[in-house]
């Protein structure tokens, strides 16, 4: 698998039959994220041979690869050039790819400041549930339902259509980069932050445990420098927040329900049994509590969030009002007609 290799014929023969026996086909690359959604009955392709950078020019900012390209692959060219990702993808495992990152749409600690996974997505190639290989975004219109479809298969985990390939504009990495802790509880993080937020100081990433505020500062060597001056604090190991993203804290070792709560910026804190960790400046609040998830949503919806639950459940994600649960079915009524791209990995009914 070390090889670059275009693999979208076989994969479009693969389509191809499973269209024409309607056997349901189950994506996945590393499979890093198969904790994620609900269990997929079907045949698997697997996109791992259809790898490889495709092109990359550093100076235009844009990488174009293959689905089954490894992320760290990906990473490894673009550190080469003092690049990233800005969105800090998880990777959850040493083997999860490019196609993996855009299906599950998930993003690290720096989204609030950088954007999403979706954001930076400038164009894709899908096999469709028509069994056609087209190509989305960048000087090519929309399809004609007028979807920006390449955005939408951000977060869609797989169910619309099968990514062959993605374009992606990249950044710069920031010049200077500082961690720094500052001992305050989760009433008072959540006010400094908010207060922050408000006056040009260069935070990347905030992330609160129940007794330390974990701050990030990037960009220039002076802002950085002044920033942490004023900030105070002791200094953190820059590492804190690659096991942030990776789930690597000891937070995650647990063998309770774990789930991810979405919630407005300068949300009040949650008032659920358990432990909780917030990233995103509070925007994203993990969870680890055996309360029951009605519980746990009702509580999440009153804030004007939404809650996703990790491991096997029935209902991991949200459950949507019915106008919006009508939309994706129609959604997934015209991009996959024979339901065969991992269904209802996401919605029973989907």
Known sequence: MGQDHDDSTS??????YALNERVPLRIQGGNTKANIGRRVAGEILDTRVHRGIISYDPTELVLTARAGTPLKEIEAALEAENQMLPF????????ATLGGMVASGMSGPRRPWA?????????????????????FGGEVMKNVAG?????????????????TEISLKVLPKPRQCASVKLELNTHQALA????????????????????????????GEGSVKSACERLGGEALDGSYWSKLRERQLPFFDT?????????????????????????????????????????????????????TRFGT????????????????????LQLDPQRIFNPGRMYAEV
């Not at 994969?11 to 191809?16: G, W």
């Open 313 to 332: 459940h029935e209902f991991p994600f949200q459950p949507l009002p019915e106008p919006l649960l009508r939309y994706h079915q129609r959604l997934k």
């Open 192 to 219: 400094k932050l908010a207060a922050w937020g408000q006056q040009p100081i260069p935070i990347s990433a905030a992330s609160h445990d129940g007794k330390f505020l974990q701050l990030r500062l990037e960009g």
């Open 115 to 135: 954007g999403s996974v979706r954001d930076y997505v400038l164009g894709t190639r899908i096999i469709t549930g028509h069994g056609k290989l087209l190509r």
């Open 88 to 95: 800090e993808p998880p990777h959850l495992g040493q083997s």
């Open 255 to 307: 063998s309770e329900p774990l789930w991810r709560i979405s919630v407005p910026n300068n949300s009040a804190v949650l008032n659920l049994p358990g432990k909780q960790l917030l990233d995103w400046g509070g925007a994203q609040r993990w969870l680890v509590t055996d309360e029951p998830a009605e519980v746990v949503r009702l509580a999440v919806t009153a804030l004007g969030g939404h809650a």
């Open 147 to 163: 979807y920006d479809l390449s955005r939408l298969m951000a977060g869609s985990f797989g169910c619309l259509g099968l990514l």
């Open 11 to 16: 994969m479009m023969e693969q389509v191809i």
